[in-house]
C-alpha cells in the first residue's frame, strides 16, 4: 500500500473555489481504480494549507491516476489556485508494522 501526501497552499481568497472542486473531485478519484481512500485536512493555522492523503494499493496504481485524464482534468483547474507550489510524497508504513513503530520499544 502507498499513502500520498500532498501539501497545497492556496490565495486565501480562493479557497472556497478548492473546496468546491475536491467535493466535487473526491467521488471520481475515490472510483479510479486503485485508490482505496481520499481524504482532505485543513492546516488550523495558517488555514489557507491543506493536505490531500490517499492510500493506493500500489506505486502502479498511483502513477495509472497520475497520468489519467481524470488527475489532469483536476489538476488543472486547482493549479490557477495556488499561492505556491505544491509538495507530494509517497510513504509506506514503516517495516510494514502499519502503526510506524514496529520493531521499536519504548
Known amino acids: 500500500m502507498i499513502k500520498r501526501i500532498v501539501k497545497l497552499t492556496f490565495d486565501p481568497r480562493r479557497t472556497g473555489d478548492f473546496l468546491a472542486l475536491f467535493r466535487e ?22 488555514d489557507n494549507v491543506f493536505f490531500t492523503y490517499s492510500f493506493w494499493e500500489d506505486a502502479a496504481a498511483l502513477e495509472a491516476y497520475r497520468t489519467s485524464d481524470l488527475f489532469r482534468s483536476t ?32
Not at 87 to 98: E, I, L, P, R, Y
Request: hydrophobic share 35%; proline share 9%.
Open 25 to 46: 473531485s473526491k467521488p471520481r478519484i475515490l472510483g479510479f481504480p486503485g485508490c482505496r481512500h481520499v481524504e482532505l485536512l485543513r492546516c488550523t493555522d495558517p
Open 75 to 106: 489538476w488543472s483547474r486547482t493549479k490557477p489556485l495556488f499561492a505556491d507550489k505544491p509538495q507530494a510524497w509517497s510513504v509506506v508504513d514503516w517495516a510494514g508494522g502499519g502503526d510506524g513503530h514496529a520493531g521499536v520499544s519504548a
